[in-house]
């Protein structure tokens, strides 16, 4: 278990049809990518912010935040994925997300090391409208186990917020293993209200807890 877990669950309607068009969006990446805006394309790979930090076992450690630059990094970010997550994804699943909404994934990189850089945190996300608002989703955040405790999973969701703040969204949604305490308190200590409790939400019959962050007033008049 990683110090933040949050995922889409594979068998839901919603994730299947989003795989389907991800494939479709997929194969036309190039046109999905002159389809964003200037503004979108000259974030994608910026360097965000390098932070010296010290791991549980005291190791100093240097870990650089970034945005996705592309699909290069699909490999990496699927490894860190499926090595901290019970959930199963498709390739297509990551690239309907990666490939619509490239800017609503941040990565963290242990760069302690140049010539051996590591993927340690990776935060996956999208926007899309619901009813009258438009709502943000967190779809995919992990931490590898051996980072915990660094406040990596904080920063990653804090980048998140700012740039769907930025974006105009009304709300921010995700969910997370009724059982994952320590994820619950942090997105609480990140102003996220409980909304329901999700019963048998996940593959393996696992109960889920969906938090909402409201981001203005919208959320209160509708």
């Not at 921010?172 to 609480?188: F, R």
């Amino acid at each position: 278990m990683t110090d933040i877990v949050s995922a889409t669950p594979s068998t839901t309607t919603t994730t299947t049809t989003t795989t389907s068009n991800g494939d479709h969006n997929t194969n036309n990446n190039n046109s999905i990518n002159n389809s964003l805006s200037a503004d979108v394309v000259a974030q994608l790979g910026d360097i965000l912010d390098t932070l010296h930090l010290k791991t549980v076992e005291d190791k100093d450690c240097s870990i650089r935040y970034s945005v996705y630059k592309g699909e290069s990094q699909i490999k990496e970010i699927m490894d860190l994925i499926e090595c901290e997550l019970s959930e199963p994804y498709s390739i297509f699943t990551y690239r309907f997300f990666l490939g619509m909404w490239p800017q609503l994934c941040f990565l963290a990189h242990d760069v302690t090391d140049e010539n051996n850089k590591r993927l340690v945190g990776i935060v996956i996300s999208k926007s899309a409208k619901h009813g009258k608002l438009l709502r943000g989703y967190i779809g995919m955040i992990v931490v590898d186990k051996t980072y915990r405790r660094l406040g990596i999973g904080s920063k990653l969701v804090r980048y998140t917020v700012e740039k769907m703040t930025q974006m105009l969204c009304d709300e921010i949604v995700l969910e997370t293993l009724m059982t994952n305490h320590q994820a619950i308190a942090l997105y609480e200590g990140l102003g996220f209200i409980r909304l329901k409790r999700l019963f048998g939400y996940y593959t393996m019959g696992e109960d889920a807890i969906r938090l909402l962050l409201p981001l203005n007033q919208k959320f209160i008049d509708t």
